[in-house]
Nanobody, 115 residues
């Protein structure tokens, strides 16, 4: 079965950095696009970044130039490097894959940006 396990969240100061990881299993990781979403309290879940199976990347306008998505197919892991963090980046971050007609989500990892 598909499993996505996020790690790397925590507390960061404004301007700081964090790197999120998502370990995937249960499907052929290298063949699928992977994405990061986030959900802040009282807001809708929103797409942050996506990386295709071929390595093409797309980002939400709000994180362009600050966040970088990458993948290591040998480790079945997708990463989100977050630099220049802002208080408005505070949210639960979720790893996502659309596999066999269904969206799968990890359990989420909390990112809090505060001084």
């Amino acid at each position: 079965q598909v499993q996505l396990v996020e790690s790397g969240g925590g507390l960061a100061q404004p301007g700081g950095s964090l790197r999120l990881s998502c370990a995937a299993s249960g499907f052929t990781f290298s063949s699928y696009a992977m994405a990061w979403y986030r959900q802040a309290p009282g807001k809708e879940r929103e797409l942050v970044a996506v990386i295709s199976s071929g390595g093409s990347r797309n980002y939400a306008n709000s994180v362009k130039g600050r966040f970088t998505i990458s993948r290591d197919n040998a480790k079945n892991t997708v990463y989100l490097q977050m630099n220049g963090l802002k208080p408005e980046d505070t949210a639960v971050y979720y790893c996502n894959v659309y596999f066999s007609g269904k969206n799968y989500w990890g359990q989420g990892t909390q990112v809090t940006v505060s001084s």
